[in-house]
């Protein structure tokens, strides 16, 4: 591994001014998708950045989909959890850890489940492959309920559906724009993509989301996404909002290991 800090600016994107409370920091997580060593490396970052910031009341915000798709979601799952022991890390439920969670019980919904990356996350607590492959749909919710802690289910239930601070709020797909926020379905906190995408007006906060994948982060005038492709472009993005200040740290795999990236929009 090593570290690469490059620091610049980008455009302003024409995202308004939104404020946090006077002495709160926030770091807000994309989506993880069991990518452990992106993780590791992100939370080493964060952490340092907090402490050379200087004091202030800190949370840490998990987008959610910390499973599926990359070889280790249990370990980021265990990781997550030794993190929020530690300080205050909110985590919100991700359209992933509901499949996962359905999946013990209903037979369409681990079809669906496997498809979409649950092959790794049932192989990451140690399934032989082997047998993996050799499994019936029915023999492998057998394994599942044999090989995930019940710990593991419990905590993924605790997962929030959202959260605000400030002027921000933070979900995991986005918000139905006709609904306000507190009427929202689970449905479309986990799972939307349009309207709310393509949706021009403001909302009662300015939305911070991960879930729809981007190359880059993605500012719009009501919202900011930082589903950077963990797994597929080996980015993860961390979103830094203190004051009316926003900038970004991200994990990025490459060549020669994992380094860091700093950048911050130009105001």
Do not use: C
């Not at 993190?83 to 509901?98: F, K, S, T, Y």
């Not at 986990?190 to 709310?196: E, S």
């Not at 993605?218 to 492709?229: A, K, L, Q, S, Y």
């Amino acid at each position: 591994m090593f570290e690469l800090f490059r620091k610049f600016f980008r455009p302003n994107s024409g995202v308004p001014t939104a404020h946090l409370p006077a002495g709160q920091r926030a770091y807000v997580i994309g989506d993880i998708h069991g990518q452990l060593d992106l993780f590791e490396e992100l939370i080493l970052a964060v952490e340092r950045d907090d402490l050379e910031a200087g004091p202030a009341e800190t949370t840490i915000i998990l987008l959610g989909d910390l499973v599926d798709r990359g070889p280790d979601s249990a370990g980021v799952l265990d990781r997550a959890r030794r993190w929020q022991a530690e300080r205050p890390v909110r985590i919100l439920a991700g359209n992933h850890e509901e499949m996962f969670l359905k999946a013990f019980s209903d037979i369409n919904m681990l079809r669906h489940f496997l498809k979409h990356g649950g092959r790794e996350t049932v192989l990451s607590y140690g399934v032989n492959q082997k047998r993996y492959n050799e499994a019936t749909l029915e023999d492998l919710q057998n394994i599942m309920r044999a090989y995930v802690p019940v710990a593991d289910q419990i905590f993924m239930r605790s997962f929030e559906e959202h959260f605000t601070l400030g002027d921000y709020a933070f979900v995991h797909a986005g918000i139905n724009p006709e609904v306000p926020l507190e009427d929202q379905t689970r449905q479309d906190l986990l799972w939307i993509r349009d309207p709310f995408l393509s949706y021009p007006g403001q909302h009662s906060h300015l939305i911070v989301h991960g879930h729809t994948i981007v190359e880059d982060v993605v500012e719009r005038p009501n919202r900011i996404g930082i589903d950077t492709g963990a797994y597929r472009f080996g980015r993860l993005t961390a979103l830094v909002l203190e004051g009316s200040n926003r900038r970004y740290i991200q994990a990025v795999q490459g060549e020669d290991g994992i380094g860091i990236e700093q950048f911050a929009t130009a105001s």
